[in-house]
């Protein structure tokens, strides 16, 4: 079977081994190429550590706080209010505690997956460890009372098996990552927590490795996917038209407006994020950390050490500000103090976002044929291998390997 998959980031690309190792021949369309936008450029984690979504207690501690801040860890543009209020007033809907507890436990699923495929496609592709890095995570905390807010979250991650150390002071913490200053009053250490080496180095490894197997690259942007008689039609925005016998839509933030097409409204938006890439060595710091309640995070990759986060609604038209990553250095401080800010390069891109915090991973409401693989939020690194292999179960009409009803586009 031949299988159009819209977009060649890391989902699209996952999709293209998984739909190959099944016999499968694969083109993938995309106008810049192999994951040369969010993918190449995040943040590096496989974070298979996290189980809550964001509409979670958690985030609403924080979020009046948040709000007031124009250039804080979450902001929206006035001129994006009224267009982003769909997406709000789900958010809301979804932080009940039913339905929490609904999105928590289809993160579990999913995110147990995460790690296991990830392994199991860099072994497939003669990688192995590679690209991977295991020092953990680290999640550090300004106060005591912020630390102990967060003991149900411990307590969640430990029954499903995920392996959490507490440091309950600030030398504790320091003797694990010497850079970080006394402001940081406790932390937990995932030491289960895995890393790349830098995210745009793997997902061209990846990218590469697609096309040496026989994957065909098409520079192009999509305008439709239809169904037809017998298989799918692409039609491109240049008015050029491919054939196939099903689809994989995987654009992430640019997935939205095919699915319409298609009868399915998906109330997808876009977070906008911010990093900056210093020279390697710059923090200080060995491995990941998440400074919570901060919105940020930082990451020593091996070309060098990012740190950024946040979350802006902007929509895809309207250009960066970069103030905003200037306040995230601001808040960085205090608690690097040693650390080195000056250079470096900085960047936004566009994270494909659900209120939910769970991703599209069904088939279409129209056909069979057409498959959806997007929305992942914060995770599109960490989930890519686990939503690849499920793409390629849902084509061959295989039992996944979770269950996919909370990830349906119909949910909606």
């Known amino acids: 079977m031949h299988v159009s998959i819209i977009g060649a980031g890391i989902i699209g690309l996952q999709s293209a081994h998984a739909l190959m190792d099944d016999g499968h021949t694969v083109t993938l369309f995309d106008p810049d190429g192999l994951a040369q936008r969010t993918s190449a450029r995040n943040a590096g984690y496989i974070a298979h550590t996290d189980i809550l979504p964001l509409a979670s207690r958690k985030v609403w501690r924080h979020l009046p706080g948040w709000l007031i801040d124009p250039l804080g860890p979450l902001a929206i543009r006035p001129a994006y209010g009224l267009r982003v209020l769909p997406f709000m007033l789900r958010f809301l809907a979804a932080s009940t505690p039913a339905r929490i507890e609904a999105s928590t436990l289809a993160l579990i699923g999913l995110q147990g997956l995460a790690l296991p495929a990830w392994e199991r496609r860099l072994a497939k592709l003669g990688l192995g460890e590679k690209h991977l890095r295991r020092k953990g995570f680290l999640n550090v905390f ?13 307590a969640r991650q430990r029954q499903v098996g995920i392996e959490v150390e507490l440091l309950q002071d600030s030398a504790s913490v320091r003797r694990l990552e010497p850079a970080l200053s006394a402001r940081v009053a406790a932390a937990a250490f995932y030491p289960g927590g895995v890393s790349v080496d830098d995210p745009a180095v793997i997902c061209a490894a990846i990218g590469e490795a697609a096309v040496a197997r026989g994957a065909v690259l098409v520079k192009r942007s999509v305008s439709a996917v239809t169904p037809v008689e017998g298989g799918v039609e692409i039609t491109g925005t240049d008015g050029q038209t491919h054939s196939s016998d099903m689809a994989v839509i995987a654009a992430g933030a640019w997935s939205k407006p095919l699915a319409a097409r298609l009868g399915d ?13 210093l020279p390697k060595g710059s923090l200080g710091l060995e491995r990941p950390v998440i400074f919570e309640g901060q919105g940020f995070v930082s990451s020593p990759l091996d070309t060098g050490d990012r740190i950024g986060g946040a979350v802006e609604f902007a929509g895809l ?96």
């Open 142 to 154: 300004p106060s005591a009372s912020a630390f102990a807010a967060s003991a149900s979250v411990f």
């Open 265 to 277: 409204r998906i109330p997808l938006d876009t977070e906008r994020g911010y990093n900056i890439t």
């Open 317 to 412: 038209e309207a250009a960066p500000n970069y103030a905003r990553l200037d306040a995230i250095l601001a808040r960085a401080k205090p608690y690097l103090p040693d650390a080195k800010f000056e250079g470096g390069t900085r960047w936004m891109g566009f994270r494909p976002s659900l209120p939910d915090s769970l991703p599209v991973i069904s088939r279409s409401a129209k056909s069979d044929r057409i498959l959806y693989a997007f929305g992942h939020g914060h995770y599109g690194l960490t989930q890519s291998a686990a939503t690849g292999e499920l793409a390629a179960q849902l084509a061959a009409q295989r039992q996944t390997a979770i269950d996919l009803m909370p990830f349906a586009a119909g949910r909606f």
